[in-house]
């Protein structure tokens, strides 16, 4: 059952992805001293093995590393399983962003940072996903998001089209599945920082955007309507277009 009490605190294995030795181990000794356990990974590939072997409930991940760069182990570690991912930038590089958001990053922050908001952060992050994960689970009500084509299951947290089970990063699936339970309904950028990120202040509405683009460019362009000035809204796959399709050999 659910387990409410403020005082305990869930067991949480943390992958640091830092080749810094200095900053892996202060980041390290933060995640200790809040009650997580934390494992140092000094490159991307041995941050994919790791990942692979210890499956962390949350990834920290620096971008430029030996080896493997952080965008290409973040991608290798989402599509092996899904887990959050906090990118860590060298620069305030609007590029760096939005490259690290659209390989499956769910939150960045950028060098140099506080600690203690290193920490802020991962816990909203490990609530955020904890809280869509127990909604879903607890939700009996819940039903299947059905429009044909695409199938989006909340409990279970998958999404198939056509037929093909589509992998989706935790905060992808979360802003598609608020979109989709009010089909053609336009969100404000703003209503979904807040409903999906729950950090209204720091990840700012280009999050969103990166988002967006990273949904298109798995479940197509047509899926997400961008109103202009405004926002976005779910456009529910039309029944026709299979009709009407050529017939793949
Ligand atoms: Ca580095």
């Known amino acids: 059952m659910l387990n409410t009490s403020a005082h305990q605190k869930t067991p949480r294995t943390i992958l640091v992805v830092e080749d810094e030795p200095d900053l892996a181990t202060a980041i390290a000794q933060r995640i200790t001293a809040n009650g997580w356990t934390a494992r140092v990974a000094g490159d991307g590939a041995s941050a994919v093995r790791a990942a692979s072997q210890i499956k962390p ?13 952080g965008i290409e182990a973040t991608k290798r570690i989402i599509a092996e399983r899904p887990v959050p991912v906090l990118m860590l930038t060298a620069r305030d590089s609007e590029a760096d962003k939005v490259m690290g958001l659209s390989a499956g990053a769910d939150d960045y922050m950028t060098k ?4 203690r908001e290193l920490i802020a ?9 904890e809280r869509a994960t127990l909604i879903a689970k607890n939700n009996e009500n819940e039903k299947v998001l059905d429009f044909g084509s695409l199938v989006i299951d909340p409990r279970q947290r998958i999404v198939t089209q056509d037929g093909k089970q589509v992998h989706l990063t935790p905060t992808e699936f979360d802003l598609l599945a608020t979109l989709a339970r009010k089909p053609k309904s336009v969100f404000k950028r703003e209503k979904l920082l807040e409903e999906v990120w729950d950090w209204p202040d720091a990840s700012g509405t280009r999050t969103v955007d ?16 961008t109103a202009h000035g405004v926002g976005y809204a779910f456009e529910p796959p039309e029944d026709g277009n299979a009709a009407t399709s050529p017939i793949q050999q």
Request: proline share 7%; with cysteine; glycine share 2%.
């Open 57 to 69: 409930d949350l990834v920290i991940m620096d971008i430029m590393l030996p080896v493997m760069d």
């Open 121 to 129: 952060r991962c816990e909203a992050l490990l609530r955020r996903v």
């Open 112 to 115: 140099p940072f506080s600690p």
């Open 210 to 225: 990166s988002h967006v683009k990273a949904l298109r460019h798995k479940l197509g362009s047509d899926m997400i309507r």
